[in-house]
């Protein structure tokens, strides 16, 4: 019996050390085709011979985005929107490169600026429930809750399933109701 110990130790540690080594190695992997995606698709200044289109820039900005280089998304983002105007792109590209512009300003804090793109991509897809979710976490951030709440509302009528829109607007309906219980002093 006392022999059992010992080994169960050592099979939990092996185990435990298992889950670790397969935790970082997908990690690497992540980082890894991220890197190899951005010298694929000329994400240095060294490489600006690069054939540009829209959207080989947006892919240039998901990627960017990915490695939280703001910035740099922004900038390609903004460019990207420039030469799908050019190109005709289809709503549907615009609308997700407007999304993905108001994500690089939300990101930076810029939630009015996040506002306006997020908008405009609902000009481009009403119906896009990750643009919708988006702009009522923008409004959140900027001290609409209202509007947010009916936002999520509005999310949950297209996707009944989006987890992310029934936690936000359960969180909101707890902060609206704390703020109207009365106080214990």
Do not use: C, W
């Amino acid at each position: 019996m006392n022999d059992l110990l010992p080994q169960a130790y050592l099979l939990g540690l092996i185990a435990l050390l298992g889950v670790a080594a397969v935790v970082v190695g997908r990690q690497i992997l992540r980082v890894r085709r991220d890197e190899l995606s951005l010298a694929r698709l000329g994400g240095n200044a060294s490489n600006s011979t690069a054939p540009r289109d829209a959207a080989t820039l947006y892919e240039l900005a998901s990627v960017q985005l990915r490695k939280r280089l703001y910035g740099q998304a922004q900038a390609n983002l903004k460019q990207a929107l420039k030469l799908a105007d050019a190109e005709n792109a289809p709503s549907e590209a615009r609308a997700l490169m407007e999304n993905a512009l108001g994500f690089t300003l939300a990101a930076q804090n810029n939630y009015a600026a996040a506002i306006r793109h997020y908008k405009a991509a609902l000009r481009a897809k009403p119906e896009y429930p990750v643009a919708i979710n988006n702009l009522a976490f923008a409004l959140e951030k900027q001290s609409n809750p209202a509007e947010a709440k009916a936002l999520y509302e509005q999310v949950l009528q297209l996707e009944a399933g989006n987890r992310t829109a029934r936690k936000r607007l359960s969180l909101l309906e707890r902060r609206s109701g704390s703020e109207g219980a009365p106080r214990a002093s």
